[in-house]
């Protein structure tokens, strides 16, 4: 029984989110963001670990 009344607290994908959008919108515009910084962190992460470029001599 308290699982039910939790699951009617919960905001439905429809019901108006942050900023304009819905809950739904919302949820996945998070999703998305957080993808898009794992790919940004990996490819940090690569960057890091490849070997430095040959610095020029001074003379």
Same mark, same amino acid.
């Given at each position: 029984? =308290?699982? +039910?009344? +939790? $699951? @009617? ?6 019901? %108006? $989110?942050? $900023?304009?959008?819905?809950? $739904?919108? =919302?949820?996945? +515009?998070?999703? @998305? ?12 992460? +690569?960057?890091?670990?490849? %070997? =430095? ?7």
């Amino acid at each position: 029984m =308290a699982a +039910l009344t +939790l $699951g @009617a607290c919960e905001p439905s994908d429809n019901d %108006p $989110g942050p $900023g304009g959008v819905t809950v $739904g919108e =919302a949820r996945q +515009l998070d999703e @998305a963001a957080q993808k898009i910084e794992a790919e940004h962190r990996d490819i940090r992460e +690569l960057r890091d670990d490849a %070997p =430095a470029d040959k610095e020029e001599d001074p003379n």
